[in-house]
């Protein structure tokens, strides 16, 4: 395995066109790395994928992909299998450092995503390779469904009385500046990291408070139950074994139940409850700062 250079670093970046991808690559242009952004569809050529890592002298992997859908397949095809591609050619290479950015929703694996995202983590930690693994709570763009129905003078949607869940979210530009201040980090190798923004924990209805705050308006909201979910799983999953169209529908009804009824938050394993304060705050922008300049660009 090769050593660390000093910076700036040789990166390769795999998920640049996503949404947090791009922030990472902003940001580590910004201070002065020589990133080179691997295509989705480099995934499919592992060896030739490892000769160009290796004939770019790369000294860190960072990826930031992940399967579109949660799907099954999406997600074995993704957040596990193109993960485990660019962990070999990386292997192959000879690369030093590995970062992964993963989700804090892996903690209590319900969904086919979890459990690629898992299964990929441990090949990642028993591979040898110097890693990281950042798993983030929420992020600003989940919470920012609702900003044009707010804006419209339609209420927020809640599910039960909008305190189910709470989280942490975390702003692309800092949860950016997370991920590069673990390059060439000794303290980062090794490590899984769960993080979140500024406190305090939101539930969605102090998120939807925050909004209609920033839009100057009173806050209005409509409940809707998540049990709709359950009953939608359960009448999709009859036509599962007959249909991948059904059974398809039916992980999108887990997952919506999921992240209805779910917090994104560290899980306590002594109370096996989820806990605000034992997740990790970082960065300065709230999702208040964020709702404002939404509307301001609107």
């Known amino acids: 395995m090769t050593e660390l250079s000093e910076h700036p670093r040789r990166i390769a970046l795999a ?4 949404t947090i991808g791009a922030a990472v690559l902003r940001r580590l242009e910004g201070e002065g790395h020589d990133v080179a952004a691997l295509p989705r569809g480099a995934f499919i050529e592992p060896d030739a994928l490892a000769d160009g890592i290796r004939d770019d002298r790369i000294d860190v992997v960072i990826s930031c992909i992940a399967s579109r859908s949660g799907a099954p397949g999406d997600a074995l095809a993704v957040d596990y299998g193109a993960n485990a591609t660019l962990l070999a050619a990386a292997r192959e290479a000879g690369v030093a ?10 903690q209590k694996p319900l969904l086919a995503f979890q459990h690629a995202k898992l299964r990929f983590e441990a090949e990642l930690q028993a591979s040898g390779i110097g890693y990281t693994i950042i798993r983030p709570t929420a992020f ?22 909008g305190n189910l869940t709470r989280c942490k979210p975390i702003s692309d530009d800092d949860l950016a500046c997370f991920i590069a201040s673990c390059i ?7 490590k899984v990291f769960p993080i979140g923004g500024p406190g305090p924990a939101l539930s969605l209805r102090d998120a939807g408070e925050l909004l209609f705050a920033a839009a100057g308006r009173e806050p209005r909201f409509r409940s809707v139950s998540p049990a709709m979910f359950t009953w939608a799983e359960k009448v999709l999953a009859l036509g599962a074994p007959f249909s991948p169209w059904f059974a398809e529908k039916a992980e999108y009804a887990r997952i919506a139940r999921y992240y209805a009824t779910e917090s994104m938050l560290v899980l306590d394993p002594a109370s096996g409850e989820y806990s605000a304060d034992l997740t990790p705050e970082y960065g ?15």
């Open 15 to 18: 998920g640049a066109s996503g």
């Open 97 to 106: 450092q590995f970062i992964l950015l993963s989700a804090i929703c892996v």
């Open 140 to 161: 600003f763009k989940s919470l920012s469904g609702q900003v044009k129905r707010v804006k419209a003078g339609k209420p927020f949607l809640i599910f039960g009385d």
């Open 184 to 190: 060439g980090n000794p303290g980062a190798l090794g």
């Open 284 to 298: 300065r922008e709230t999702l208040a700062d964020h709702y404002r300049r939404l509307l301001a660009e609107a």
